[in-house]
Nanobody, 122 residues
Framework: QVQLVESGGGLVQPGGSLRLSCAAS????????MGWYRQAPGKQRELVAR???????TYIDSVKGRFAISRDNAKNTVYLQMNSLRPEDTALYYC????????????????WGQGTQVTVSS
């Protein structure tokens, strides 16, 4: 049993900042990659940022230089620092993690949080 819980979303003005957090809990043996995805109304879900267990990061082009993903392996938590927010960043942001459950024999499965809403508007 694994749960991912996101927090930190909200309503901000263009140019503002938000910091999203996602904590994984449950019968976790290990976590490989973690990432943030987002889905805006009428659009497909897209990868925003991803980070490996070793700290290698990947970003979608539109957020490079503005967003930063990080993780705290001791806390099973991934963060997304979002700066210089734009209206087009408005979306439901989902946390994702590849997790091996205790007793699974290192069978990694993808888990998703319920999402946290980010709205950028003046």
């Amino acid at each position: 049993q694994v749960q991912l819980v996101e927090s930190g979303g909200g309503l901000v003005q263009p140019g503002g900042s938000l910091r999203l957090s996602c904590a994984a809990s449950g019968r976790i043996f290990s976590i490989n990659d973690m990432g943030w995805y987002r889905q805006a109304p009428g659009k497909q879900r897209e990868l925003v940022a991803r980070i490996t267990s070793g700290g290698i990061t990947t970003y979608i082009d539109s957020v490079k230089g503005r967003f930063a993903i990080s993780r705290d392996n001791a806390k099973n938590t991934v963060y997304l620092q979002m700066n210089s927010l734009r209206p087009e960043d408005t979306a439901l942001y989902y946390c994702n993690a590849d997790v091996a459950v205790r007793g699974s024999g290192l069978r990694y499965s993808s888990y998703w949080g319920q999402g946290t809403q980010v709205t950028v508007s003046s």
